[in-house]
């Protein structure tokens, strides 16, 4: 079996942790998403949790999306940010949107506050 994108850890999996991050966390706007963050204790790990609404597109079109932010997510947890917990909330232009529209999106609403010292490829 291959490896999962991101493992569990690195999830954010309960409805009530969704809840916190979307009502408390700071909010970045892109064309293809809106990006919550939520900073947590400095020893635990990053957490990613995915929001893709029927408006995107059919089912193949958001799991599409889906994959590619739980991809795009990984990029970070291997970079070794930590201590935050992220909520992605795909608009409907996310089904348009390539690999590389989403990744450079990603990256603008998040690198500053994840990875402040880092440059992500």
């Known amino acids: 079996r291959s490896r999962p994108v991101l493992a569990r850890a690195n999830r954010v999996v309960r409805a ?3 809840r ?3 009502r408390r966390g700071r909010r970045s706007v892109t064309p293809s998403a809106i990006y919550y963050r ?3 204790d400095a020893g635990e790990p990053l957490r990613f949790g995915i929001i893709v609404a029927r408006s995107v597109g059919n ?3 958001r799991n ?3 994959r590619r932010y739980r991809a795009l997510g990984r990029q970070f947890v291997d970079a070794g940010a ?3 917990d992220v909520v ?4 409907p232009g996310a089904a348009q949107a390539g690999w590389a529209t989403l990744a450079d999106d990603m990256h603008a609403a998040l690198d500053s506050t994840l ?3 880092t440059v992500m490829p």
């Open 16 to 18: 009530d942790d969704f």
């Open 88 to 91: 992605v909330r795909a608009l």
């Open 38 to 40: 939520l900073e947590r």
């Open 20 to 22: 916190m991050v979307v």
């Open 59 to 61: 089912a193949p079109a």
């Open 64 to 66: 599409l999306v889906r």
């Open 82 to 84: 930590h201590a935050n």
């Open 115 to 117: 990875l402040p010292n």
